[in-house]
């Protein structure tokens, strides 16, 4: 079998094949394009592993806002819940503190009050991560004005 007809084969066949931790091939998609191949050639878009995560669950957590964009028009569910947490990806985007992945979500229909199983909100993590933030800012300010 040639070089391409691996390529093809893999293509034609990779998304429908279920890895270790029950993920697809969508779950490791690197970039946009493999994204869009995979979803043209059959693959599910929603489809989760044995802990609930979802490709866009994992994009979000990768900080890959090209495959999040990519995954939301493909009809990513923005609010696909985790199986343990109850997370969206809109929760594990405020987590990680990225903006324009927030953004995104939120455009798509992100339910910003939607509750994880602690009683989280998007918007209670996104509180945390701003009261970290300025703790730091605070600590920063007054070693500068110590010296």
């Known amino acids: 079998m040639s070089k391409k007809e691996k390529e093809e084969s893999l293509l034609e066949n990779s998304f429908k094949n279920i890895y270790e931790r029950d993920r697809t091939a969508l779950h490791y998609a690197v970039d946009a394009k493999t994204v869009r191949v995979l979803v043209e050639k059959g693959a599910n878009v929603n489809a989760a592993d044995v ?41 594990l985007a405020c987590m990680v503190g990225e903006k324009e992945i927030v953004e995104e979500l939120v455009k798509a229909g992100g339910e910003i009050e939607q509750a994880d199983k602690f009683g989280m909100t998007a918007m209670d993590y996104s509180k945390e991560v701003t009261e970290v933030l300025k703790k730091e800012t605070d600590r920063i300010e007054k070693l500068f004005m110590k010296g």
Not at 54 to 75: D, F, N, P, Q, Y
Not at 78 to 89: D, H, I, L, R, S
């Open 51 to 91: 802990e609930g995560h979802t490709a866009l669950h994992l994009a979000v957590t990768e900080k890959r806002l090209e495959i999040v964009r990519e995954l939301i028009k493909s009809g990513g569910n923005v609010n696909a819940e985790e199986y343990g947490n109850k997370c969206t990806p809109l929760h």
